[in-house]
């Protein structure tokens, strides 16, 4: 049976580069480069979480804050 991780994440946008700048036992907080148009920041941060937790991006769901900077990510390993 697969693990599933649920995760908090800050996220700060525009930034120089997408990277994992912390991680605390209840959140993350995380730089992304894109902005916020057509979903290429969400995007952006999936595949980031994907590369970190080696997983297919098709394993990762932003389950709340698709707009928002404060987002809740499923993550299944």
């Excluded at 979903?39 to 709340?64: C, D, Q, Y």
């Amino acid at each position: 049976m697969p693990d599933e991780i649920l995760l908090n994440i800050k996220v700060r946008l525009n930034a120089m580069e997408s990277k994992v700048v912390e991680k605390n036992p209840s959140f993350w907080k995380v730089d992304i480069s894109e902005l916020p148009i057509k979903g290429r920041a969400n995007r952006e941060l999936i595949s980031l979480l994907a590369s970190e937790f080696k997983v297919p991006k098709s394993n990762i769901a932003i389950i709340r804050g698709l707009k928002a900077k404060e987002k809740l990510v499923r993550i299944i390993r």
